[in-house]
């Protein structure tokens, strides 16, 4: 066990040991035993439980308020065809070829390990009353490393956030729930046989679990990556859209434009990108997209 913030030391004379216990811990030193008490409720430290890795991201200005921190989670149950990342989906640790050399994607971590990379921003956290999100690949198919990390997180005052696809069991999401501010969720289709071509997975649990993490209380923005040739249409955007008022306590829906940036990893990793070429949509477009959501009365803007 090991000793991090000190609320108390109790200092008395002794001769003898006396062994830790759960919510403090003595040490005898010569004749003195001297007494830690953990600040607050008995805090115990993260377990050694180890998550998969691939990149943290200091200073973002995206995926939730303020300026963050991204830990980038590896393996994801999806395989969306857009997929900007990658080298997140699989599980594996990976090798990928940037700009002619070899990089390892993926390491393996406690949430001690990288706490202090954490914390090292907490002064701006504070003045734009930003925090973490945990992000992928998906958080979720490492659902326990998840919880203990956002949990250590809470437990520093930090706006906790994660970005997800949802498609896993419901179980897995409640893990974490406690520990939650906001869950950024993303609604790609309401079709699940076209959401199953384009994503590998169905839309069934994806929608159910939307609605159960919105019963849960935590804040939750809906998000879609508007693809085209995938959900690009005003009769998409509207159904997504509505779907998301239908949500309790959901006030916001984000539209975020397809891009083009991951595709050269896709080379790097010996991969075949499988959209077939397309344009962003315009600015333009967007706006249009961005009328069409705002039907539904919720707040809605084009990027997250
Ligand atoms: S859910 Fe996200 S990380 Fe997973 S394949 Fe789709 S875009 Fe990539």
């Known amino acids: 066990?090991?000793?991090?913030?000190?609320?108390?030391?109790?200092?008395?004379?002794?001769s003898y040991f006396i062994i830790c216990k759960a919510s403090y811990f003595i040490i005898c030193k010569t004749s003195y035993i001297i007494i830690y008490f953990e600040k607050g409720e008995n805090r115990k430290m993260p377990s050694d439980i180890k998550g998969r890795i691939f990149n943290i991201q200091r200073f973002s200005i995206h995926d939730g308020p303020g300026i963050r921190t991204i830990v980038f989670f590896k393996g994801c149950y999806m395989r969306c065809a857009w997929c900007c990342n990658p080298e997140s989906q699989s599980k594996e640790i990976e090798t990928i070829i940037e700009k002619d050399k070899e990089k390892i994607v993926g390491r393996d971590v406690t949430v001690d390990d990288i706490m202090p990379e954490i914390l090292a921003d907490l002064p701006y956290y504070k003045r734009s009353e930003g925090g973490v999100t945990l992000s992928g690949g998906e958080v979720l198919c490492q659902a326990d490393f998840a919880a203990e990390l956002l949990k250590e997180c809470k437990s520093y005052g930090l706006h906790t956030a994660i970005e997800t696809a949802a498609s896993a069991p419901f179980s897995e999401i409640e893990k974490l729930l406690p520990y939650l501010d906001l869950v950024l969720m993303d609604i790609k289709h309401m079709n699940s046989e076209k959401h199953k071509e384009y994503t590998a997975a169905p839309n069934?649990?994806?929608?159910?679990?939307?609605r159960k993490i919105a019963e849960s209380g935590v804040e939750l923005i809906i998000r879609t990556p508007v693809i085209p040739s995938f959900n690009d249409t005003p009769e998409e955007i509207k159904a997504i859209a509505h779907f998301a008022k239908t949500l309790k306590g959901v006030k916001e829906h984000h539209l975020l434009p397809y891009h083009r940036l991951g595709t050269d990893k896709y080379k790097g990793l010996g991969r075949y990108y499988s959209l077939p070429e397309i344009e962003p949509p315009?600015?333009?477009?967007?706006?249009?997209?961005?009328?069409?959501?705002?039907?539904?009365?919720l707040k809605c803007k084009i990027g997250g």
Request: include cysteine; glycine fraction near 2%.
């Open 1 to 14: 066990m090991k000793i991090r913030t000190v609320n108390y030391i109790i200092a008395c004379k002794a």
């Open 282 to 297: 315009t600015r333009e477009k967007m706006e249009y997209l961005l009328s069409i959501a705002e039907t539904s009365g």
């Open 204 to 210: 069934e649990r994806i929608l159910e679990n939307a």
